[in-house]
């Protein structure tokens, strides 16, 4: 009970990075795509707005994910981390580039050191969710085995499931930011830059869509242990996904920008929390359970405790951040 209590904690860190971490990082795939510096200016300066007072706070799901995987599953902290730490790098030096890159262009003044750094921030923003999905189809596909680098450090994150994982994740980030600033610029009384973020929240939410649709093939081949899971004892989150997904487009196209964050944000939990219900109670696909991963309960224990304690102070801080620059408008908030 203490065990599957630390998992379901940890998937709604995992949860709140998607739709929160995965949001800022979709932010910076539309500054990549904005346009030159005159014709992409307004776009970019919605971005801004709406990322700047949050981007480091959201990293906190991520460095909260980490912390309760090596204090509650140590076994399986060891074996990621040695055997995906390839993508795994490569992902944190794409959120330390992305974050030096976002701040430097705020400070630069000439044009070519705001192009520069606005190159590394949006790259950076398009390559880190996409190795993170590879860790993530790494996993889910079984090539992740027990122990200290025990797993093929290529292979591992190099295969079907995985360039899946990447793919998909990169799509449903930039599907998500979109989503978010059509309400952000709608608000801001700017409804030209919502139609645009609408429509691109419509493309790439179908995009998502079909490469989901393309990947049952690819996992019914090369992770069927996942594939058997979606299809049986997490069909119905899978069947929720898809729903909110299209009520998601729908909500766009009629213009009700806030009930389609809602939406959309629905659509990438359900699918997460189907993964991890498909693979449930393997957290090594193949190898390794929850309870056999599972720290002592005098371990669990102290780590539950500590986060209701934490949890006290970190939620509603977070909650009064987003809620505050919820209210502010680009013209009040931003120089210039």
Request: proline letters at 4%.
């Amino acid at each position: 009970m203490l065990a599957d209590a630390a998992l379901a904690v940890m998937w709604v860190g995992l949860t709140c990075y998607a739709l929160f971490g995965g949001a800022d990082f979709g932010a910076g795939v539309w500054d990549l795509v904005a346009g030159g510096a005159e014709q992409g200016r307004a776009r970019r300066r919605l971005i801004e707005h709406s990322i700047g007072p949050v981007w480091e706070a959201n990293h906190v799901w991520l460095i909260f994910v980490v912390v309760m995987l090596w204090s509650a599953f140590s076994p399986v902290f060891a074996a990621v981390m040695s055997t995906l730490y390839i993508p795994l790098t490569l992902a944190a030096l794409g959120i330390i580039a992305r974050g030096a890159a976002f701040a430097f262009r705020k400070a630069s003044t000439e044009l070519w050191q705001q192009r520069l750094f606005g190159a590394c921030f949006a790259l950076s923003s398009l390559l880190t969710p996409f190795f993170l999905g590879t860790v993530a189809g790494g996993v889910a596909s079984g090539r992740v085995p027990p122990g200290l680098a025990a797993g093929d450090v290529v292979t591992s994150w190099l295969n079907p499931t995985s360039l899946l994982g990447g793919v998909l994740a990169v799509v449903t980030c930039a599907h998500l930011a979109a989503v978010y600033l059509c309400a952000d610029a709608n608000r801001a009384g700017r409804p030209e830059l919502a139609s645009a973020f609408a429509r691109d929240a419509v493309v790439t939410g179908s995009g998502a869509g079909a490469v989901a649709l393309a990947g049952i093939a690819v996992l019914a081949a090369d992770a069927p242990v996942l594939f058997h899971g979606l299809t049986h004892r997490a069909l119905p989150l899978v069947v929720l996904s898809a729903v909110a997904g299209v009520a998601g487009i729908v909500l766009l196209v009629r213009r009700r920008y806030v009930a389609a964050r809602a939406a959309a944000a629905l659509a990438v939990a359900a699918i997460l929390w189907a993964w991890g219900a498909a693979q449930y109670p393997a957290m090594l696909v193949g190898s390794t359970t929850v309870s056999q991963a599972a720290a002592t309960s005098s371990v669990l224990w102290a780590v539950l405790v500590s986060l209701g304690v934490g949890a006290v102070v970190l939620v509603p801080s977070l909650w009064l951040l987003y809620a505050t620059f919820q209210h502010e408008a680009p013209e009040r908030s931003s120089p210039g």
